[in-house]
């Protein structure tokens, strides 16, 4: 999520402030081990599932989709 990537990117640069150092990989490795993400891997494949179904991903692709519309 971008909110997770925005927050580790925060919290990478505070700790870099405070270490009076620039950002490295180092730090910003150690920033996402000690934080876990937002969302459960459960949640996010709800969500992957919601996205291909309103995407039109269905296992039976021969159907065909309504109209929508006036006619």
């Known amino acids: 999520m971008s909110s997770d990537i925005k927050f580790l990117v925060d919290e990478a ?3 870099a402030l ?3 150092a620039r950002i490295t990989q180092g ?5 996402i081990s000690e934080n876990k993400p937002s969302i ?3 949640e ?7 996205k291909d179904k309103l995407e039109n ?7 065909p ?7």
């Open 40 to 42: 459960s891997y459960e």
């Open 65 to 71: 989709r309504r109209p929508i519309g006036f006619r």
């Open 44 to 50: 996010l494949k709800k969500y992957e599932l919601l």
């Open 27 to 31: 730090i910003f490795e150690k920033v």
């Open 57 to 63: 991903k269905k296992t039976n692709k021969d159907e």
């Open 18 to 20: 405070k270490s009076k």
């Open 13 to 15: 640069s505070r700790f």
